[in-house]
């Protein structure tokens, strides 16, 4: 399946859960996405390895029939303030 940024969430999960895609393909593309974006800052880190280490548990937790969360192998983007392992954190505010 070609990553379609469009679908909605449950959609790219049912993909993933059913095997018909894998996590570990949806999260490649979405590195490879927020990286050609990379001259907008909107994005400070990518915590490429991690990422791809989980997917590609995901990958193996359905393979061996594992239940697995209901968005597993869904990629997303945490905005800066959250505190969130391995990456930079603005967490700015200007009052």
Known sequence: MMFDQWLPMRELAASVQSGKTSAVSLVTEAIKRAKATKDYNAILSIPEER?????????????????????????????????????????????
């Open 51 to 95: 990422a791809l280490q989980r997917a590609s548990q995901i990958d193996a937790d359905i393979k061996a029939g594992k239940s697995v969360g209901d968005l597993a192998g869904v990629p997303f983007v945490a905005k800066d303030n959250f505190l969130t392992l391995g990456t930079r954190r603005l967490q700015r505010a200007i009052y």
